[in-house]
């Protein structure tokens, strides 16, 4: 990997890490294919904050 792939890279982890905490406050139909899948997503997500295993600081994989 050079420089260039280098900071583009870390540049794309470090947006990734700050819209990771981003929870967006919109109205969403659920009967609509598209923002159903933003429900199941955030639902998701509140499972596993309660469960425990939401990391705030998730890795891209190379």
Partial sequence: MNA???AQ????VN?????SNWV???YVHPT???CSEFIGYFQHRERMKKL????QNI???V
């Avoid at 890279?9 to 794309?12: E, G, L, V, Y």
């Avoid at 947006?15 to 819209?19: A, D, E, P």
């Fill in 32 to 34: 609509d294919h598209i």
């Fill in 24 to 26: 967006p406050d919109i």
């Fill in 15 to 19: 947006t990734f890490s700050v819209l």
């Fill in 4 to 6: 260039r792939q280098s």
């Fill in 9 to 12: 890279k870390t540049r794309s």
């Fill in 59 to 61: 890795q891209l994989g």
């Fill in 52 to 55: 425990g295993v939401w990391r």
